[in-house]
């Protein structure tokens, strides 16, 4: 039933401290979600399979260390003028480098100048800092032709910082696959906080490669009017019924 294989590799000494494994991502679904409950005059989107599919579709990786970050701070430069800044560390005693797993060069994460964007919304998001870049333990695997699309959990993001999303061709590219993170400066002007290890970070979303072409047309209203009229309605109930199909990632 299952011919598509996704393989998530590390080195012997990660592997064996057996902890924050990637998983399906159907296994964070969110409290607050599992408590909704339709109302008589209302349904909740609880009821919503495109919203659940979200919740469900894909893999998840973990922060595999703590990361203190104190953002957009007050500092001094070498001259002793007044400047926002920047500090992040990863402290010993909470991560995999304590076991000789090196993924943050001796405590410090790595960065990306903000040059490396210029021009983006993400660098004004970022209060124009340098960006974090939180190193991955896992080499990611897929089958000949399937690639994976890697973004913030969907509906579930931590709201203090999100990946930049990108796709990687996991066919033929066997090393780790690091990823930047954009610090939520539009809610958290000054950020000092410390995102734990073990955070749900990353959702990965294999895909099979195709080539694509799109065309527009017209739709056929008439004879099938009433049916437009009221495909909201059977939207709303019948989708899960007539429509949606299960997703499953093991």
């Not at 701070?73 to 002793?80: A, I, L, Q, R």
């Not at 903000?114 to 660098?123: C, D, N, R, T």
Request: hydrophobic fraction near 35%.
């Amino acid at each position: 039933m299952f011919n598509n294989i996704i393989e998530f590799k590390a080195a012997d000494i990660y592997v064996d401290l057996k902890q924050d494994y990637p998983t399906p991502i159907k296994i964070n679904i969110p409290d607050w979600f599992k408590k909704l409950e339709h109302k008589s005059h209302a349904r909740t989107v609880k009821g919503c399979m495109p919203f659940l599919d979200t919740l469900m579709s894909g893999y998840c990786l973990y922060v595999p260390v703590d990361l203190e970050i104190k953002h957009n701070v007050d500092s001094v430069d070498k001259e002793g003028k007044p400047i926002k800044d920047s500090f992040a560390a990863c402290p010993l005693g909470r991560g995999a480098h304590d076991h000789g797993i090196n993924l943050n060069h001796e405590g410090h994460p790595q960065i990306h100048n903000i040059e490396q964007l210029a021009g983006s919304p993400l660098v004004n998001k970022n209060k124009d800092l340098p960006f974090y870049k939180i190193l991955n333990p896992w080499h990611i695997k897929t089958p000949p032709g399937y690639s994976c699309l890697f973004l913030p959990p969907m509906n579930n993001a931590d709201d203090r910082f999100s990946i930049i999303p990108g796709i990687v061709d996991t066919d033929t590219f066997h090393k780790e696959i690091n990823f930047p993170i954009v610090l939520n400066g539009d809610k958290y002007p000054v950020l000092n906080t410390t995102i734990a290890k073990g955070t749900p970070y990353v959702q990965i979303i294999p895909f099979k490669r195709e080539s694509w072409k799109m065309k527009i047309t017209k739709s056929k209203a008439g004879k099938n009017a009433l049916n437009n009229l009221l495909y909201p309605f059977r939207f709303l109930h019948n989708y899960k019924k007539d429509i949606w199909k299960k997703k499953q990632y093991k």
